[in-house]
């Protein structure tokens, strides 16, 4: 089977579809040549509507709406098994060449002929389906999107971040570039009240996905993330600014439930570490900042495709 599937992002992949059919019918029918065209566009009377045609007969197009596009692949699924099926029920009660038969040769007792009944000749209907080229790839999709942020250990108290950032998705991968900024978060020193550090982090981060619950419409991302912390001191005779690096490293579920004119929201758990920073002392109090070596941040946001 030779399945030219173009759908949307949120919907199963191909290589979910030919599952379900070989699931369906066995490897030995599911690798018959038969070309299945199957598109899957948003809009309609529903989410979502499917136009699927088997062979290459324009007559066997078929238009399937619905609002789920995982229901719109297993019907493909069903549909092109029970294809995969007929045919063979028909292939088998085909009726087969008869053999050659010889009679004697001239000179022979009976003075016949010999006689080599020709096959028969095979009808457009039972003709092999011409074979098609390489499936189209599946259309790539770009979009932007912003985020608020909730992290607990990467600064001195729990903080809220807000930032925005690009995607790029081909079939069930992804990639995101995003930017996220931390506004103040004040670290206090533990034996002079009243004195501390306030920290600012400003980050960029490159995260990676791969869907692992099509219907669902799950991702498992790992983030990758770099920035700059500041501190400035407060409390103290002489307060100064200072820089640090940061790098930290995520693991985390991606979910993105629904889709709204255009727009679909998203929410993102993720547990990560700190790789490399900065801590924070002052003179004369010692240490007032460092990290947690377990972070834990969660996020919601809303994101668009552009094209």
């Not at 809009?43 to 197009?61: K, N, Y």
């Not at 219907?215 to 991302?221: G, I, N, Q, T, Y």
Request: hydrophobic fraction near 45%; charged fraction near 15%; aromatic fraction near 6%.
């Amino acid at each position: 089977m030779l399945l030219d599937w173009i759908a949307p992002p949120e919907c199963p992949a191909e290589q979910a579809v030919v599952a379900q059919v070989t699931t369906m019918v066995g490897e030995s029918l599911a690798a018959e040549p038969l070309v299945v065209h199957a598109r899957i566009d948003r809009g309609g009377a529903r989410a979502f509507q499917l136009h699927l045609r088997i062979g290459e007969e324009e007559e066997s197009l078929r238009t399937l709406e619905s609002d789920d596009c995982a229901e719109l692949a297993q019907a493909t699924a069903l549909i092109v098994s029970l294809d995969l099926q007929s045919r063979a029920k028909a292939a088998a009660e085909r009726p087969k060449a008869p053999a050659a038969t010889e009679a004697p040769q001239e000179g022979s007792p009976s003075g016949d002929a010999t006689v080599t009944a020709p096959p028969p000749a095979r009808t457009p209907a039972e003709a092999p389906p011409a074979r098609a080229g390489a499936p189209a790839p599946r259309a790539a999709a770009v979009g932007v999107g912003a985020e608020l942020f909730a992290d607990a250990g990467s600064l001195a108290t729990t903080a809220w971040g807000s930032g925005v950032m690009a995607f790029f998705t081909q079939g069930p991968l992804r990639g995101e570039l995003g930017a996220t900024l931390w506004p103040r978060s004040r670290a206090l020193a533990s034996n002079h009240p009243g004195a501390g550090a306030s920290l600012y982090l400003r980050t960029i981060g490159l995260r990676g996905c791969v869907s692992v619950a099509p219907s669902l419409h799950v991702d498992a991302c790992i983030h990758a993330e770099g920035g700059s912390a500041r501190a400035t001191g407060f409390g103290i005779s002489r307060p100064t600014t200072s820089n640090g690096r940061w790098l930290a490293a995520f693991a985390g579920l991606t979910a993105r439930p629904v889709t709204w004119a255009e727009l679909t929201p998203r929410f993102t758990v993720e547990i990560g570490t700190p790789l490399h920073f900065a801590t924070v002392a002052i003179e004369g109090l010692g240490q007032v900042y460092a990290p947690s070596p377990v972070l834990l941040r969660v996020a919601a946001g809303l994101e668009t495709k552009l094209f």
